[in-house]
C-alpha cells in the first residue's frame, strides 16, 4: 500500500503544482499589467513593477490555495481515472477509502505548505514588497523602515509607528520645525484617525519648545489638518490578510487596547487559523468529482465543474465574511461556516458514492 500512496500522492502533487504555476502565471500577468499604470511615477521603473509582482505571488498563492488543492486533486485523479488506472485498483481490491486516504496523505502536506505560505513566507514577502513599492513611489512624500513611517509635510516632520487599514494609524509624532530649522513643537498622539479630511488625534502629549524651557500639555483629542491622507500612505497599511497569526494577534490586542474595532482583524486570524483545514477539505471533495455522478464525463468537464466550485466556495467566504462583520456575527462561525458547509457536501457526496 506504501507503493500506491506514493502512486496516487506523486500524481495528485504534480497535477497540483502545474495548476498552481497556471494560476500564478494569470495572476502575476494581471498584477503585472495593472502596475503599468504607476510606472514613471516617481522612482517606480519596470523592473521594480516586476519585482513587486513576483514579492506578492506567496501572498496570491497562500489565498489561493483551497481552489489549487482542489484543481489538482481533480485533475491527478482524473488522469488516473482518464488512464483506467483507478479501475483497475478498484479491480484489484483498493476500496474507495483506501484511495481517498492515499489522496489526503498529500492534504497533509499541502495543509503544511499553506501553514509556512501563511506564517512565514507571505508575511515577510508582502511586507518588503510594500515598502519597496512605497518608497519608490512617495517621491519626496515618505520613506518606510521597519520603524514605521516617516514624512514630511511643510515644516513638520511626522513618524507614525503603526500603519492600520482604514485610516487609523498609532503612535503618531509630529516635529514642527520653524524657517531656522529649529525645534517648535513636538506632538506625540496614541492614536489617529483620518474623520471628515482631518486627523483627530487621541491621548495627546503637546510640547512647546522655547528658550525659556518645555511646557507640556495633556489633550484628549486634538484636530491635525495635514496633506497627509490614508490614500497616501496606503501603500503602507498592514491589511489584515497580511500579518503572521503572531501579528494579527498583536494587532488584535493593540486595538483592543486603544478602544478601536478589531473585528477585521479578529475574521482574519480565524480564516488563518481554518485556511489549512479548508485545503484538506478541497481535496476530500475531490473524491465525488471521480467516483461520484461526474466519473462518466471528461477531465475538461471535471475541472470547469471544479474551478465553478472553487469560485463558489470563495465567494461564499466573502459572503460571510462581509455579512458577519455587518450583522455582528462572532467571526469564528463567518470563518469556519464556508468550509463545514464544503465539508458536509463532501461528505454527502461520498457517502453516495458506491
Known sequence: MKLLDRYIGITVAASTLIVLLVLLALFSFGSFVSELDSVGKGDYTLELAAEYVLLTLPRSAYELFPVIALLGSVIGLGVLASNNELLVMRAAGVSVGRITVSVMKVGVLWMMVSLILGEFVAPLSDRYAKSMH???????????????????????????????????????????????????????????????????????????????????????????????????????????????????????????????????????????????????VMMFISIPFIFGPLRSVGIGQRIFVGTLMGIGFYLLGQLFGFAGLLYRFPTSVSAILPTLLFFVIAVLLVRRVR
Open 134 to 280: 512605497s518608497a519608490a513611489l512617495a517621491e519626496r512624500f515618505a520613506m518606510t523602515s521597519q520603524n514605521g513611517l516617516w514624512a514630511r509635510d511643510g515644516q513638520n516632520f511626522i513618524h507614525i509607528s503603526d500603519v492600520l487599514a482604514n485610516g487609523l494609524v498609532g503612535g503618531v509624532t509630529i516635529y514642527e520645525f520653524d524657517d531656522k530649522q529649529r525645534l517648535q513643537e513636538v506632538t506625540q498622539a496614541r492614536t489617529g484617525q483620518f474623520v471628515g479630511g482631518k486627523w483627530l488625534l487621541q491621548q495627546v502629549f503637546l510640547s512647546q519648545i522655547a528658550p525659556s524651557g518645555v511646557e507640556t500639555q495633556h489633550l484628549q483629542n486634538m484636530e491635525w489638518r495635514s496633506l497627509l491622507t490614508p490614500e497616501m500612505i496606503d501603500v503602507v497599511a498592514v491589511k489584515p490578510d497580511s500579518l503572521s497569526f503572531k501579528g494579527l494577534l498583536d494587532y488584535i490586542r493593540y486595538l483592543r487596547d486603544n478602544g478601536l474595532s478589531a473585528e477585521h482583524y479578529q475574521l482574519a486570524l480565524w480564516n488563518k487559523i481554518v485556511m489549512p483545514v479548508t485545503t484538506a
